[in-house]
């Protein structure tokens, strides 16, 4: 059970990454659920390229969702660092017969990315309901890729630096959250909010799978055994929002929440998850700098393989 558990775990978490642009991304923010709904009205031409049957819906006044997307992608061009903050909330029931047991992980992410050279310093509490708290720290750079855990440093292996990289890669595009849109357009919304527009969208069923199996596509992690269970997903309802500063187009917060279920012969799982990124500190980030005795750790060993 322990590892059909951890594997739906993994494919829910795909599911929500694929819908923020690989961001960990929880809770809708207050400020949000407090403003005032802005009037929509329907967008006249469909995004070109997009490939989207129908159009998304737009505020009177906001841009459509192409031009919203282009102008994100310059503003981001330029940036050179920024800070993200994060939540995952995931409460998960597992059922076999008359026997039910209850799962819940709460972890908080704090990133800060340089662009160029790409590098990230990030720190990690992850908190599961009856093992308390665990803390990482990770470091990636030029140098490597370092990982603080149970008080000890510890260097990766070079032959795993060129995947983690690649995958930082793509958290530090934030931007890249709203190419998802372009799949889901007539489900999209754009709203106003204060000072920001606010891009949503309202998916289920394969709309989210086809969300996810493009995101393990992209980052290369995709696999028979995790794309043969997203298949078996019952995506139930799923709310992605993307909020983006009116005058900078700089993207600003994300949110994705998700309740599905799958069986798998007697088992039943039911899960409802919840993800939360801000993204703040604009070019305030000058630099990252390993600690030494990070730089001096061991480098681990990869596990031997069998042929």
Known sequence: MKKWTTLIMGAALTVALAACGNNEAAEPSANAAEAPAAASTTATAAPEGSGAAST????????????LIQKTAAAAAELKSFRMESQMQQNMVIKQGETSQEQAIDMKTTSEFIKDPLQMHQKIAMNLAGQGEQQIEQYITGDGVFTLTGGQWMKLPSGMTAQMTELMQQSASPETQLEQFKQIAGQTTITEEGDNYVLTADVSGDDVKSLAQNYLNQSGTADSQMTAMMENMNIKSMTISNSVNKETYLPVETNVNI??????????VSMDMKMNAIISGYNEITEIK???EALDAQEAQMPATTQ
């Open 56 to 67: 998304a819906e737009q505020a009177a006044g906001a841009p459509a969702l192409e031009e």
């Open 290 to 292: 390993v600690p030494q």
């Open 259 to 268: 309740v599905m279920d799958m069986t798998s012969g007697e088992q039943t």
